[in-house]
């Protein structure tokens, strides 16, 4: 009678899906302090990061603005550029490609050839001057179904507490102390290096300050640049707060509330820092609407905006979790070979987390190379935005893992990129639309940059629209695609339009051009070089644009002639080729490498990110495989993100076993005691790209069909996943047993046909807005 009475509840309610969500922990937690910033816990809204250090002695926050970059709004395109193309692309057909790159290093690399770093703001220092002593129970942890990062541990017999998340709808970062017997005595600080001065005032702490950068043939001309303010408030509970020097001194206090926001005078509608806006005064705006709220009002709030994102996903590969053990304990066990499948639910789970953090409202940025965290003044790589792999495997998983709001800064931050963009379309290729190179910063530069060899990638531009067109995808929302997709699409097809120009043999070709960032050597030479026409990845990216921009143009019923001309272009284009060792030929010749081990494997562009090469064009798909084992057989993917990249091609491959081997040397390789990815040093897009290959493993949708399960590893017997959003506006959760599909729910938003497949069965079925469909192991409804 009990298991009927439970059956009815189950059919009756929607308690049923609830009780059907794995439940399992998601936390990181830690039995010590962290000592380096790896250790740190991340927590972030898109706007303003912290990474809480859990420390008993003095308590370190690092804190980020996402905005706070040095540098400054300038034109780097080469003037010469456009008056030498004719002639550099000359050289390349001729082969004479030292001549090519000499002229090229003068005339097309613009100045100043680098762009300046994103730095951290500074950190907040707890000094608790009464806590010399040992401590007992210690614990901190990360929850990533709630966003909150918690430390605790009993010292002299006394409970204490910290709880640390950064609000999005309240904008601040906010930090509860407690203790259970009154006795928090601390000291607070907010520190900076360089370029800020801290005031104290009546329970707060103010830093003002202004990027000062120096004068370098590198970076270009120095100056006083983005201004930027921080302003924390503190009340206690049941103690005193009092002024002191630049510090604010709290005695006696059960619980301690911190208020903590940040601002610059970035605006992103000029792509500069803009003088009518007052850092300071921002701050006082969001902190006064804060301060009058209680921390259990703040914290409600906060948990209720991060769970209507982060618990959409529901994901489980195991019945016994491992969150009893700490998970930098964990971490080493599965480096040593032990299986924790519950560890790669965390993964995947703390990818869609790093997003939310660093990708959404109230920020204006995209992610950069560290999300939106980093501790330097001048990080690797200036925490960029690289356009070559890595801000594009920043959003791999952005609308799959059903976050679609992540895309936002990303869409509107191109919006505006077309400006600058177009600029050095016209101005170094003559060319109508806009484009820009492998590297940029919230200054929007988008001239050659960093050499030669690093920066001939105007194919960036036309790789990055792409990604608009993913978007509409996977929502049909045609107003989207009208008003904010199409003119950028459409624009970044117009400059490759016009900057292909004919080899001797009558295609169509991309000149100058590189493939990322590897090198090859001309017959008979043994001097590696980049530069080149026509590279595999520069003629793929061409192809799905032209593709995609003749849907798009189909779909929002535009005239024929621009559709038609595009249509000619793409039968010009070069065919993707395999080479004479059976690799996919990534130069337009078949030239020797110079790495055949190179991180990026640029060529495979077609089998993913793109959908070029599949189980359709049977010899390329095999080339393909081909090309990644030629790469790892010379120690390819020793980077954190290549081997992520690799994770999603083998998933495209249906190779499920050499999909999730590649996941596992993710984890054991490339992966910090914070589970930040490692490039190393720290580099997010791993994390990013690691979870979009564990989306790819149990469904794809870029073939026109929903696939279902095409790489689902041996190891993972038994699980579901709910959630997931396939490309045609649906959403999709997948059941399985003894490693074979038991269900499948797809959501339809739309009316319309839906095709899903599963093994060799493919089935087409009308749905209706608004309801969902299940099937059966054999697809059957
Ligand atoms: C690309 C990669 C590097 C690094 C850098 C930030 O250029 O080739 O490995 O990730 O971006």
Same mark, same amino acid.
């Given at each position: ?216 043939? /590198? ?366 030929? /990534? ?5 020797? /490498? ?188």
């Amino acid at each position: 009678f009990r298991m009927l009475f439970l059956l009815i509840l189950c059919i009756g309610g929607s308690s049923c899906n609830k009780n059907e969500d794995s439940g399992h922990p998601l936390r990181l937690w830690y039995n010590q302090p962290a000592v380096e910033w790896t250790e740190a816990l991340p927590v972030g809204n898109g706007r303003l990061g912290a990474m809480v250090f859990g420390k008993t002695g003095i308590e370190q926050i690092q804190l980020n603005e996402e905005s706070l970059w040095a540098g400054s709004k300038l034109d780097n395109n080469n003037p010469g550029a456009l008056s030498h193309l004719h002639e550099i692309r000359q050289l390349l057909l001729d082969g004479n490609i030292p001549k090519a790159l000499d002229l090229s290093n003068k005339y097309l690399l613009g100045t100043p050839p680098r762009i300046r770093s994103y730095q951290t703001l500074g950190d907040l220092f707890i000094n608790f001057d009464s806590r010399s002593t040992k401590v007992e129970d210690y614990r901190r942890e990360l929850d990533l179904r709630t966003g909150i990062a918690l430390t605790r541990f009993k010292q002299n017999g006394e409970k204490y507490t910290e709880e640390v998340f950064v609000s999005a709808p309240d904008n601040i970062v906010v930090i509860q102390l407690r203790s259970e017997r009154g006795s928090i005595n601390a000291s607070l600080s907010l520190r900076r290096e360089r370029d800020a001065i801290v005031e104290s005032g009546e329970n707060t702490l103010v830093m003002k300050g202004q990027i000062i950068d120096q004068d370098s043939p /590198e970076s270009g001309p120095g100056g006083a640049h983005m201004r930027f303010a921080a302003k924390m408030t503190a009340k206690a509970t049941g103690g005193t707060i009092t002024a002191q020097g630049d510090s604010l001194v709290v005695r006696n206090a059960s619980a301690l509330l911190l208020l903590l926001t940040a601002a610059t005078d970035y605006n992103r509608e000029l792509l500069n820092y803009d003088r009518t806006i007052d850092p300071l005064l921002l701050c006082e705006e969001i902190l006064g609407k804060a301060e009058v709220r209680s921390y259990s009002n703040l914290m409600n709030d906060h948990v209720a905006d991060h769970q209507a994102l982060f618990d959409r996903i529901d994901f489980s590969i195991c019945n016994v979790t491992q969150d009893t053990i700490p998970t930098d304990i964990r971490l080493r066990q599965v480096i040593d070979g032990k299986d924790d499948p519950h560890l790669v639910e965390l993964y995947f789970q703390y990818g869609r987390y790093l997003l939310m953090g660093s990708s959404r409202a109230p920020g204006v940025l995209p992610a950069n190379l560290q999300g939106i965290w980093n501790n330097h003044l001048e990080a690797p790589w200036n925490s960029d935005y690289h356009t070559n792999i890595n801000l594009q495997m920043n959003y791999w998983l952005a609308d799959v893992c059903n976050l679609p709001e992540t895309m936002d800064p990303l869409i509107r931050f191109f919006e505006k990129m077309m400006v600058p963009g177009r600029v050095t379309a016209s101005q170094m290729y003559g060319c109508k639309g806009w484009t820009m190179h492998h590297n940029t910063d919230p200054f929007g530069r988008s001239g050659l940059m960093d050499g030669i060899q690093w920066g001939t990638f105007p194919m960036a531009g036309p790789w990055m629209a792409l990604h608009f067109w993913e978007h509409f995808s996977y929502t049909n929302d045609t107003a989207y695609l009208r008003e904010q997709a199409w003119p950028i699409l459409k624009g970044s097809a117009r400059f490759v339009l016009d900057f292909l120009s004919e080899d001797k043999k009558g295609q169509l070709v991309t000149s100058p051009s590189y493939s990322p960032e590897n090198a090859y050597f001309m017959p008979g030479t043994t001097n590696p070089m980049q530069l080149t026409y026509a590279a595999a990845m520069d003629i793929q990216i061409a192809r799905e644009l032209f593709m995609v921009c003749c849907s798009a143009s189909e779909i929002l019923g535009e005239e024929p002639p621009f559709r038609d001309s595009i249509r000619t272009a793409m039968n010009k284009l070069p065919p993707t080729r395999i080479g004479r060792n059976g690799t996919i030929m /990534e130069w337009i010749e078949d030239y020797e /490498e110079a790495e055949p081990g190179h991180r990026h494997i640029s060529q495979l562009f077609g089998l993913h990110p793109g959908t070029q090469i599949t189980p359709e064009t049977p010899e390329l798909y095999k080339a393909a495989a081909s090309t990644i084992e030629r790469r790892l057989a010379h120690g390819g993917g020793h980077t954190g993100w290549s081997r992520a990249w690799i994770i999603n091609f083998y998933a495209r491959l249906l190779d499920s076993e050499k999909a999730n081997d590649h996941l596992l040397m993710l984890l054991r390789k490339s992966t910090l005691p914070n589970l930040f990815d490692s490039h190393p040093p720290f580099q997010i897009d791993g994390n990013f790209g690691g979870t979009a290959g564990i989306a790819e493993m149990l469904m794809q949708s870029h073939a026109g069909y929903i696939q279902i399960l095409p790489a689902l590893p041996s190891t993972w017997k038994n699980g579901h996943v709910k959630g997931l959003r396939a490309r045609g506006n649906f959403e999709v959760d997948i059941y399985w047993t003894d490693g074979k599909l038991k269900k499948v729910v797809v959501k339809a938003f739309d009316n319309q046909y839906c095709k899903i497949k599963y093994q060799s069965k493919i089935i087409e079925i009308a749905v209706e807005k608004g309801k969902s469909y299940s099937f059966g192991p054999r697809l059957e409804i």
